[in-house]
């Protein structure tokens, strides 16, 4: 809530903050009409979509309100396993191997329950895709 309350759009709107106890008691609020809205990462927003009793009720809206990078955490003092894990997630990149995990598990129906997340793959990881880097995480704030 902190970041949207920050952005530029929420100057001056008034609104209520309530939190869940997780993520899906934070959805159950907003599928059981004690919330209007629910703000957080769209990854997880497509998934709790995808298992709602009616998804087709629900949908991610709006500008992005942050850019945060997902990363492998590995030990500071180990040069071969950050190679390692950079040629590796690199290389998926440019054979497109990671492209079809992607389209894998967020475009196909995903077993058991065959339900798709249907979150197609957005600019900025097709840029990162493009130009994979290792840029610290406060390169991204929004500036």
């Known amino acids: 809530m902190q970041t949207l309350r920050k952005h530029e759009r ?4 008034d609104f209520k903050e309530i939190y869940g106890k997780d993520h899906s008691d934070s959805f159950l609020l907003l599928e059981t009409g004690r919330a209007d809205a629910f703000v957080m990462d769209d990854n997880i927003l497509a998934g709790l979509i995808a298992s709602a009793k009616n998804p087709a009720e629900y949908k991610i809206v709006g500008e992005v309100l942050s850019v945060e990078p997902i990363a492998i955490m590995i030990r500071k003092d180990d040069p071969t396993m950050k190679k390692l894990a950079d040629d590796t997630i ?3 990149m440019k054979s497109g191997a990671l ?3 992607y389209t894998k598990w967020f475009l196909a129906p995903i077993p058991p329950k065959n339900t798709s997340v249907n979150l197609p793959m957005g600019a900025t990881l097709k840029t990162l895709f493009a130009t994979p880097n290792d840029k610290p995480m406060e390169d991204y704030a929004k500036k």
């Open 10 to 13: 929420a100057n001056n709107v």
């Open 99 to 101: 492209e079809k995990l």
């Open 90 to 92: 690199s290389g998926m």
